[in-house]
């Protein structure tokens, strides 16, 4: 007998979370707000009761969470390296072995790395909240 643990609510908004950081704080950093408006048209890491339900287990929870938090630390470092390339590639596989659209290539980052100029962004999430 296998005794698995399911998937938790906190785990699922830590997931969420995960999303809406990458949104905010990484994409802009390589994408447009246009392109970053098609993203989610397209429902990159888009999030949803389906997409949860495939997350039976604690541990599918916490591979997904790792994923993306590797995702994120290789595309907020200050420059890529190309060995950086195979541990992206792995965990890009495994959010779309669990459902999470993301169809990303490591050069695409790169050239847009190389080619954006600007971070300003309405996806960026705002310095402060006080409006005078």
């Keep these: 007998m296998k005794i698995v643990f399911a998937s938790t609510p906190s785990q699922e908004e830590e997931i969420c ?11 802009p950093l390589y994408f447009t707000d246009d ?5 989610e048209h397209l429902k990159v890491l888009y999030t949803s ?6 997350l039976n287990t604690l541990k599918d929870a916490f ?6 938090q590797t995702l994120i630390s290789i595309l907020e470092s200050p420059t890529l390296y190309q060995h950086y390339e195979p541990l992206f590639e792995k965990n890009a596989a495994n959010l779309q072995e669990f459902g999470l659209f993301f169809p990303f290539e490591f050069e695409q980052f790169v050239e847009a790395k190389n080619m954006k100029s600007s971070i300003f ?3 960026t999430k705002a310095a402060n909240d006080l409006l005078i």
């Excluded at 979370?17 to 994409?27: A, D, E, H, P, T």
């Excluded at 392109?35 to 993203?39: A, D, K, L, M, Y």
């Design 49 to 54: 009761v389906t997409n949860f339900d495939g």
């Design 35 to 39: 392109e970053i408006s098609q993203f």
């Design 121 to 123: 962004s309405t996806y």
């Design 63 to 68: 591979q997904v969470m790792t994923s993306m």
């Design 17 to 27: 979370g995960l999303v809406r950081y990458i949104y905010s704080n990484v994409f």
